[in-house]
T-cell receptor, first 110, second 113 residues
Framework: GNSVTQMEGPVTLSEEAFLTINCTYT??????LFWYVQYPGEGLQLLLK?????DKGSNKGFEATYRKETTSFHLEKGSVQVSDSAVYFC?????????FGAGTRLTVKP | DGGITQSPKYLFRKEGQNVTLSCEQN?????MYWYRQDPGQGLRLIYY???????QKGDIAEGYSVSREKKESFPLTVTSAQKNPTAFYLC????????????FGPGTRLTVL
């Protein structure tokens, strides 16, 4: 079946540090891949997406590349800010089956 | 502004009572979804609807019911049969069932006392 595994948190970084949150997936065929962000007490916001192998999604300084050979979609940001503190969810959609990872909580300290 | 609204943001109910959570969208999306989020877990699909007057069970439909009488609205009822209803409930929509991107509302936190 379809599934997503992402690195466990929490992740705590200092401002301007480099961020990587690992995400791997299991799926047959060619799923679309997503990163969503959830700020405290709010719903999920779409951060970025990629729909085919080698595509790079990017938004607000965050990037993730669809790697079919390693079935991965790792989230990266070169310099995090305090305002990036949130829970990040990796997700896939494969033939209308949407699956989410457990979420990774990121805290950025000044 | 187009978007998805959920109300109320916080809801408290006594055990054994049914409760209905509201979800409205003005995005003209055909498909709508309800998810449940528990601490430290990903989202789990409760029900989804691809069109008015049609809905399907998701992975954890037991103890829940939905209706889709209007395109804009997809209310979720948490019944007394749901054994552990305290959770954060998220509504989402997409242009169609086959469109890969879902957009989420702000959520309703339900606490059963």
């Amino acid at each position: 079946g379809n599934s997503v595994t992402q690195m466990e948190g929490p992740v705590t970084l200092s401002e301007e540090a480099f961020l990587t949150i690992n995400c791997t997936y299991t799926a047959t065929g060619y799923p679309s891949l997503f990163w969503y962000v959830q700020y405290p007490g709010e719903g999920l916001q779409l951060l970025l997406k990629a729909t085919k192998a080698d595509d790079k999604g990017s938004n607000k300084g965050f990037e993730a590349t669809y790697r079919k050979e390693t079935t991965s979609f790792h989230l990266e940001k070169g310099s995090v800010q305090v305002s990036d503190s949130a829970v990040y969810f990796c997700a896939l959609n494969n033939n209308n089956d949407m699956r989410f990872g457990a979420g990774t909580r990121l805290t950025v300290k000044p | 502004d187009g978007g998805i609204t959920q109300s109320p943001k916080y809801l408290f109910r006594k055990e054994g009572q049914n409760v209905t959570l509201s979800c409205e969208q003005n995005l003209n999306h055909d498909a709508m979804y309800w998810y449940r989020q528990d601490p430290g877990q990903g989202l789990r699909l409760i029900y989804y609807s691809q069109i008015v007057n049609d809905f399907q069970k998701g992975d954890i439909a037991e103890g829940y019911s939905v209706s889709r009488e209007k395109k804009e609205s997809f209310p979720l009822t948490v019944t007394s049969a749901q054994k552990n209803p305290t959770a954060f409930y998220l509504c989402a929509s997409s242009i169609s069932l086959t469109t890969d991107t879902q957009y989420f509302g702000p959520g309703t936190r339900l606490t059963v006392l």
